[in-house]
T-cell receptor, first 115, second 114 residues
Framework: DTEVTQTPKHLVMGMTNKKSLKCEQHMGHRAMYWYKQKAKKPPELMFVYSYEKLSINESVPSRFSPECPNSSLLNLHLHALQPEDSALYLC??????????????FGPGTRLTVL | AQSVTQPDIHITVSEGASLELRCNYSYGATPYLFWYVQSPGQGLQLLLKYFSGDTLVQGIKGFEAEFKRSQSSFNLRKPSVHWSDAAEYFCAVRTNNAGNMLTFGGGTRLMVKP
C-alpha cells in the first residue's frame, strides 16, 4: 500500500466552526507533513511530525492545531479560521526525516473553503 | 538558503511534440532533486528523483530528467507529449539542512493542444 489518504475531500466551514482534517498512511513511514497550497502556487510547509512528535512548525497561526495520535494518523484541527485560509491542504509522508532515499508521498488533499 | 526557479510559468505544446521544462536550483552542495506533477485539485505525484550516480534519470509516464551540475539545472523532458500530460509540474530540492525539507519551485503549467 503506497497511498496517503485524506478526508474529507472538500470542506466548507464558517469562521466560528471547529473542524478537523484527517490523513492516514500504512507504509510504515515515521515522518508526516502538512502543507497548504493556494491556487497557482507551490505547496507551503506548515508542520512536520517525526516519530509522532512535532519537529517543525513553520510559524503557523494557532488556529491550526496538528495532532499525531499514532504513527499512521495525522490530524489538523481547525478553529476560528479566516477566509484567507481557504486553500488545498495536502498531507505527505516519508520514511523519516533523515538522509537517503526519502521521497515524500502526497495525499490527494482536502479543498477547504472558509466562509 | 537554497532556492528553486522554474523560469516558465506556462508552456503550451502540441500533442506528440517534445517537451522540456526548465528547473534551476541554488545550493552549494549536490542537492536531492525531484519532479512532481499535479493534476487540477489533486495531490502531487512523484515523476522522478535524483540522489546520485547517473545524471540522466528515468521516471514514470515516459519522463526523464538530466542533472547538470555546471548549470545547476535539472530539466524535465518527454519525447512525445500526450493530452493527459496537461498539468502543473513542480521541481523541488531537498538539502542536508535540519529537517531535510523540500523547497519547491513556482511551478510550470503545461497545456497540450490537440
Amino acid at each position: 500500500d503506497t497511498e496517503v489518504t485524506q478526508t474529507p475531500k472538500h470542506l466548507v466551514m464558517g469562521m466560528t466552526n471547529k473542524k478537523s482534517l484527517k490523513c492516514e498512511q500504512h507504509m510504515g513511514h515515521r515522518a508526516m507533513y502538512w502543507y497548504k497550497q493556494k491556487a497557482k502556487k507551490p505547496p507551503e510547509l506548515m508542520f512536520v511530525y517525526s516519530y509522532e512528535k512535532l519537529s517543525i512548525n513553520e510559524s503557523v497561526p494557532s488556529r491550526f492545531s496538528p495532532e499525531c495520535p499514532n504513527s499512521s494518523l495525522l490530524n489538523l484541527h481547525l478553529h476560528a479560521l479566516q477566509p484567507e485560509d481557504s486553500a488545498l491542504y495536502l498531507c505527505a509522508s516519508s520514511q523519516d526525516q533523515g538522509l537517503g532515499n526519502n521521497e515524500q508521498f502526497f495525499g490527494p488533499g482536502t479543498r477547504l473553503t472558509v466562509l | 538558503a537554497q532556492s528553486v526557479t522554474q523560469p516558465d510559468i506556462h508552456i503550451t505544446v502540441s500533442e506528440g511534440a517534445s517537451l522540456e521544462l526548465r528547473c534551476n536550483y541554488s545550493y552549494g552542495a549536490t542537492p536531492y532533486l525531484f519532479w512532481y506533477v499535479q493534476s487540477p485539485g489533486q495531490g502531487l505525484q512523484l515523476l522522478l528523483k535524483y540522489f546520485s550516480g547517473d545524471t540522466l534519470v528515468q521516471g514514470i509516464k515516459g519522463f526523464e530528467a538530466e542533472f547538470k551540475r555546471s548549470q545547476s539545472s535539472f530539466n524535465l523532458r518527454k519525447p512525445s507529449v500526450h493530452w493527459s500530460d496537461a498539468a502543473e509540474y513542480f521541481c523541488a530540492v531537498r538539502t542536508n539542512n535540519a529537517g531535510n525539507m523540500l523547497t519547491f519551485g513556482g511551478g510550470t503549467r503545461l497545456m497540450v493542444k490537440p
